[in-house]
């Protein structure tokens, strides 16, 4: 018989097939935690390995620039590397240090500071403090934000796996609040037993995408959200109650309609299904109103050491006024008008903005208002007050402050600026440019805010120089 299958005279180019495994010796860790070896002139990343460790590899992934490998055997371990407390550990991505002692994971964050200011001549020998550790280095987290999948007819809740859209089930995961892990268990629970068609992200069809759980762990109460990707009632609705019921900690189950198809979990509309709108939470000296989707700090035990210094290195009294640029929430502004300070909070976020005011009067903090704007709009408008601002506290996202935010605020001219940062290098930036425009550090505190993770928070203090008065 003959074939039917068009002939295009051209052969189809076979797949070049990955090396077998091999051994090879880790050189360093990046700013993701992941062991790296230059090799055939290219990186190869390897989850999971320590510098100085002799590890056997087989590749995953072959890249124009780099490679990524996985670890099949360490042959020689480095002192570093301790049992890690979780079985999933090197294939979950939300802790790749778990693997390292955590004595030696807080040198490493205090050594990545160092290195992201050794990029200007002029911060090459600041002092770095030693890292303010952890008094719990597991179970720490209070917020979740989980994907899920439904593989077999079993529920998974957990993680994508680095570089995929396999959900990795995180199980009774020993990074998150225990109140946290029941929720999941039942969510998991409930998917199987209701059969909720879960979101397929490769298919773009499904209803119920993620689960974000916010826990108070001051009070052991719950907000849930349940993100969807259209409006539903009868089965969300369902799925609230019978959560409810097996977990009474639950104050309140929301649902956050995304219908988007990109990686980004929250969509523009949430709607209360049952119970609270807010959680109620304490952190330090204040509490505080959170909503389904506003940004607060995971690890509520380094929230306070944050809160706390910044006000004490404010040193703020009655008749004198401070300004927290993305303030968020309200925490660090909260904590400093306790001094009886007039502060000003600053943030482009209104659901921020309003769950700070209502926070501030549930403080009876009238001392302490809130603004919704872009900093870069609102900083300069206060520069021609008669008393602008003798402290002003920054807390930008990853990528630092805008150079619009800095200049506007240089032109308030605080007499301290107290920097919260959460990436180093964009902090080395931002201290070089203050640094040319009349400031001085005084301290360089980093905090371990995410123990098992490469994260590092830095609390700066600059003051500003006499002479650039």
């Known amino acids: 018989m003959a074939s039917t299958q068009k002939k295009t005279g051209k052969r189809p180019t076979p797949k070049k097939p990955l090396q077998p495994p091999h051994e090879t010796t880790i050189e360093y860790l990046n700013g993701d935690g992941i062991g790296v070896v230059r090799e055939q002139g290219r990186e190869l990343l390897v989850p999971a390995t320590l510098p100085g460790e002799l590890v056997r590899v087989k590749i995953l992934h072959e890249g124009l620039h780099s490679r990524v490998g996985e670890l099949i055997k360490v042959v020689?371990?480095?002192?570093?590397?301790?049992?890690?407390?979780?079985?999933?550990?090197?294939?979950?991505?939300?802790?790749?240090?778990?693997?390292?002692?955590?004595?030696?994971?807080?040198?490493?964050?205090?050594?990545?500071v160092r290195?992201?200011?050794?990029?200007?001549?002029?911060?090459?020998?600041?002092?770095?403090?030693?890292?303010h550790r952890a008094d719990n280095p597991l179970g720490y987290r209070t917020t979740a934000k989980l994907a899920l999948a439904k593989v077999g007819g079993k529920a998974m809740v957990?993680?994508?796996?680095?570089?995929?859209?396999?959900?990795?089930?995180?199980?009774?995961?020993?990074?998150?609040?225990?109140?946290?892990?029941?929720?999941?268990?039942?969510?998991?629970?409930?998917?199987?037993?209701?059969?909720?068609?879960?979101y397929n992200s490769i298919k773009k069809r499904g209803l119920l995408r993620y689960l974000v759980v916010r826990v108070s762990p001051q009070f052991n109460k719950a907000l849930v959200t349940l993100v969807t990707?259209?409006?539903?009632?009868?089965?969300?609705?369902?799925?609230?109650?019978?959560?409810?019921?097996?977990?009474?900690?639950?104050?309140?189950?929301?649902?956050?309609?995304?219908?988007?198809?990109?990686?980004?979990?929250?969509?523009?509309?949430?709607?209360?299904?049952?119970?609270?709108?807010?959680?109620?939470?304490?952190?330090?000296?204040?509490?505080?109103?959170?909503?389904p989707s506003s940004f607060f700090q995971?690890?509520?035990?380094?929230?306070?050491?944050?809160?706390?210094?910044?006000?004490?290195?404010?040193?703020?009294?009655?008749g004198m006024h401070a300004l927290d640029i993305y303030c968020g929430v309200g925490g660090i502004a909260m904590h400093m008008a306790q001094s009886g300070a007039k502060v000003t909070g600053i943030e482009i976020n209104p659901e921020a903005i309003s769950n700070a005011k209502a926070a501030a009067t549930?403080?009876?903090?009238?001392?302490?208002?809130?603004?919704?704007?872009?900093?870069?709009?609102?900083?300069?408008?206060l520069a021609g007050a008669a008393h602008p601002a003798d402290v002003a506290v920054i807390?930008?996202?990853?990528?630092?402050?805008?150079?619009?935010?800095?200049?506007?605020?240089?032109?308030?001219?605080?007499?301290?600026?107290?920097?919260?940062?959460?990436?180093?290098?964009?902090?080395?930036?931002?201290?070089?440019?203050?640094?040319?425009?009349?400031?001085?550090?005084?301290?360089?505190?980093?905090?371990?805010?995410?123990?098992?993770?490469?994260?590092?928070?830095?609390?700066?203090?600059?003051?500003?120089?006499?002479?650039?008065?």
């Open 76 to 112: 020689r371990r480095s002192p570093q590397r301790t049992t890690p407390a979780c079985p999933l550990a090197g294939t979950c991505p939300g802790c790749p240090l778990m693997h390292m002692g955590y004595y030696h994971q807080v040198e490493y964050k205090q050594q990545q």
């Open 298 to 318: 995971v690890n509520h035990e380094q929230a306070r050491f944050i809160y706390t210094t910044i006000a004490a290195w404010a040193g703020l009294k009655p």
């Open 395 to 469: 807390n930008p996202p990853r990528s630092g402050c805008d150079s619009a935010v800095l200049d506007a605020l240089l032109s308030v001219q605080p007499q301290q600026i107290l920097y919260v940062s959460c990436n180093p290098h964009s902090l080395a930036r931002d201290l070089h440019h203050l640094g040319k425009n009349g400031y001085r550090i005084e301290t360089i505190q980093p905090v371990d805010m995410f123990p098992q993770t490469p994260h590092v928070e830095t609390l700066v203090r600059l003051v500003r120089n006499p002479a650039a008065a």
């Open 362 to 381: 549930l403080n009876q903090l009238p001392n302490c208002n809130f603004v919704v704007g872009d900093a870069k709009e609102v900083v300069p408008q």
């Open 229 to 291: 990707s259209e409006r539903n009632y009868r089965e969300i609705t369902h799925l609230a109650k019978w959560l409810r019921k097996k977990v009474p900690e639950i104050i309140g189950v929301h649902q956050n309609i995304n219908p988007s198809t990109g990686n980004v979990i929250f969509g523009p509309t949430t709607v209360k299904v049952l119970g609270a709108s807010d959680l109620i939470d304490q952190v330090g000296e204040v509490s505080l109103r959170l909503s």
């Open 158 to 198: 957990g993680l994508y796996k680095r570089g995929t859209h396999e959900v990795i089930d995180i199980g009774d995961c020993p990074q998150q609040h225990s109140l946290i892990n029941s929720i999941v268990q039942a969510v998991r629970e409930e998917i199987e037993k209701q059969d909720i068609y879960i």
């Open 115 to 131: 290195d992201a200011l050794q990029l200007y001549p002029e911060l090459k020998k600041v002092p770095v403090a030693a890292v």
